[in-house]
């Protein structure tokens, strides 16, 4: 399978592991970033042993992608992004909507202790 259809394909997966590993730590971090006139919040992990990183961004007007970050066997580095679908964004706790909307908004990043999401 290619990572094309990993995150096609198993998506939902994906988010649910990434909010998850989110949620376990302590403190949680939602950073702000941007490029140009793009701006978005987002929350990450690393998967140093194979190289990726998977990412949620929210962006204003709550709009989601999935951001899929590998290198290949060239040391390459390949991004793939995929916006979230509704069912997609129910997977999400409104807590973290809602604190990924106010870093958007804030333009400024966001640390909450371990334990802020799941009240």
Do not use: C
């Amino acid at each position: 399978m290619t990572y094309q259809e990993l995150v096609k394909n198993h998506s939902g997966e994906m988010i649910e592991k990434l909010v998850t590993e989110f949620l376990s730590r302590n403190p949680a971090e939602i950073r702000f970033d941007f490029e140009d006139n793009d701006q978005w919040s987002v929350i990450s992990m690393h998967i140093y042993e194979d190289d990726k990183e998977i990412a949620l961004r929210a962006r204003s007007e709550d709009r989601y992608e999935l951001y899929f970050g590998y290198y290949d066997d060239d040391d390459e580095f390949f991004e793939i992004t995929q916006p979230l679908t509704e069912e997609e964004k129910n997977i999400l706790p409104k807590a973290l909507r809602k604190a990924m909307a106010k870093v958007v908004n804030d333009e400024e990043g966001l640390r909450l202790p371990g334990n802020f999401l799941s009240k």
